[in-house]
């Protein structure tokens, strides 16, 4: 479908920029401004000043349409840092995602924006590989008072579907207790061949000694790399894709 940006009647169309970015929003649940001004940067027209960016002030225009559309709601959350975008009802049903609306615990938006973070540097890489974010797992196994009913698995931060199979993300910012740690480990490095931990410091040793009281078979499956809150993702490790 051919959509072109415009206003009719006081209505906004949605073009396919604006569908990739808003689905991109929606799987994670919530994007910094700063997040999504690199996502419509990588649709950037011939007036962008530089290949595959757009200045600030070209995507608060385009979110200024999405918020009149009602398709996003903006807050400044966190002092001195971007405004976070969250999907509103009307555009989860828009688009037909299995979603409910809801805006994320300050908590939760520090570990979505670092896992937003770690999904950016995966796909700059490797942009044909199929990242299934948590939001999507989670509602693959069901919806509404029947998954109450049901134990549901450890849930990871994505999967990512590459050329070789499955690789298992997990973004990991503070430190769990021994047990759940290693409880954890056993169950994915026992299910997937491949599972990739990004830390932070602080919990990467915890993760190495969890690693360690593993089977060496099983062990051998999970990579540990390093996230930072402040510079985020090390491109230079050698990821094992």
């Known amino acids: 479908m051919n959509r072109k940006s415009k206003y009719n009647k006081g209505q906004v169309t949605l073009t396919d920029r604006d569908h990739r970015v808003l689905r991109w929003i929606s799987e994670q649940q919530a994007a910094r401004f700063d997040q999504v001004q690199w996502l419509l940067g990588q649709d950037a027209g011939r007036g962008a000043l530089v290949e595959g960016e757009i200045s600030a002030s070209a995507a608060r225009q385009v979110i200024a349409r999405w918020r009149q559309a009602g398709w996003i709601i903006q807050k400044k959350v966190f002092f001195g840092e971007p405004p976070w975008l969250c999907p509103t009802a009307r555009l989860l049903r828009l688009l037909e995602l299995p979603y409910k609306a809801c805006e994320p615990s300050f908590v939760r938006l520090v570990h979505i924006c670092a896992v937003n973070e770690v999904r950016l540097s995966i796909e700059d890489i490797w942009p044909d590989y199929q990242w299934i974010s948590e939001r999507q797992i989670r509602a693959s196994f069901s ?5 109450k009913a049901m ?26 207790s021994p047990s759940t740690l290693w409880t954890i480990l056993e169950e994915l490095s026992s299910t997937y061949a491949t599972v990739w931990y990004f830390a932070e410091d602080q919990a990467r040793s915890a993760l190495e000694a969890a690693r360690n009281k593993l089977d060496p078979a099983l062990a051998a499956n999970v990579y540990l790399y390093s996230y930072s809150l402040e510079r985020g993702t090390d491109t230079t490790e050698d990821w094992a894709c």
Do not use: C, N, Q, R
């Open 143 to 147: 919806s509404g008072a029947s998954e």
């Open 151 to 176: 134990s549901l698995p450890h849930l990871p931060d994505a999967k990512l579907i590459t050329d070789s199979g499955i690789i298992i993300i997990e973004v990991e910012l503070s430190s769990k």
